[in-house]
């Protein structure tokens, strides 16, 4: 088994490609070894010592380091345990499974938030886990629009311009209820 890495604009993220398929469908994003109860794979990759972050796409696992720990001294171990997995045979997820990652949204804004959430999954997601993240719809209010970051897009440092210059101005220019996005924390 060869296992691909690429590097991320997120320098503490590194997206691991095993070359076979991570997850059928949405997506999943532990951000610490008790949320990761629910898959084995998270929970090989956290054994390794730096390791803050696992994040979960169709094809690939990004992982997110500790300040001061250096991928050079890290990134064997990671490759080695996400390798030890797929050759174990064991399920990538236990029980409970991803989803869209979207939250669910009632009132009198449904028609503007599925326009929302549908530029979301065709125009921005795919674009997004090309750099080994995510970005899931949170609500609408008022105008606004909030979104979490998951994955490489967490505390990237290029986020901010993500979420203004691109997607604001994306979903701005389809849908003119739209007057900002803000991001919301994990």
Same mark, same amino acid.
């Given at each position: 088994?060869?296992?691909? &890495?690429?590097?991320?604009?997120? /320098?503490?993220? %590194?997206?691991?490609?095993?070359?076979?398929?991570? %997850?059928?469908?949405?997506?999943?994003?532990?951000?610490?070894?008790?949320?990761?109860?629910?898959?084995?794979?998270?929970?090989?990759?956290?054994? #390794?010592?730096?390791?803050?972050?696992?994040?979960?796409?169709?094809?690939? #696992? &990004?992982?997110?380091?500790?300040?001061?720990?250096?991928?050079?001294?890290?990134? /064997?171990?990671?490759?080695?345990?996400?390798?030890?997995?797929? =050759?174990?045979?064991?399920?990538?997820?236990?029980?409970? =499974?991803?989803?869209?990652?979207?939250?669910?949204? &009632?009132?009198?804004?449904?028609?503007?938030?599925?326009?929302?959430?549908? %530029?979301?999954?065709?125009?921005?997601? /795919?674009? #997004?886990?090309?750099?080994?993240?995510?970005?899931?719809?949170?609500?609408?209010?008022?105008?606004?629009?909030?979104?979490?970051? =998951?994955?490489?897009?967490?505390?990237?440092?290029?986020?901010?311009?993500?979420?203004?210059?691109?997607?604001?101005?994306? %979903?701005?220019?389809?849908?003119?209820?739209?007057?900002? #996005?803000?991001?919301?924390?994990?």
């Amino acid at each position: 088994m060869f296992i691909q &890495t690429e590097s991320t604009p997120n /320098p503490a993220t %590194l997206k691991f490609l095993p070359g076979q398929t991570v %997850l059928e469908a949405g997506t999943a994003d532990f951000a610490s070894v008790e949320a990761a109860g629910n898959s084995p794979l998270a929970g090989r990759v956290f054994a #390794v010592e730096g390791v803050t972050g696992v994040f979960f796409g169709a094809d690939f #696992v &990004t992982v997110t380091k500790a300040d001061g720990v250096e991928w050079d001294h890290i990134k /064997p171990a990671i490759l080695g345990a996400i390798m030890e997995h797929y =050759q174990s045979g064991a399920a990538v997820m236990t029980g409970a =499974q991803a989803d869209s990652g979207h939250a669910e949204h &009632t009132g009198e804004d449904g028609e503007i938030v599925n326009q929302i959430k549908e %530029l979301l999954d065709t125009r921005v997601r /795919p674009a #997004v886990a090309q750099d080994g993240g995510d970005i899931t719809f949170h609500g609408f209010e008022r105008g606004v629009v909030y979104l979490q970051m =998951q994955g490489a897009c967490a505390g990237c440092p290029s986020s901010t311009m993500t979420l203004k210059m691109g997607i604001e101005n994306l %979903l701005r220019h389809y849908i003119p209820e739209v007057l900002e #996005v803000r991001p919301v924390a994990a």
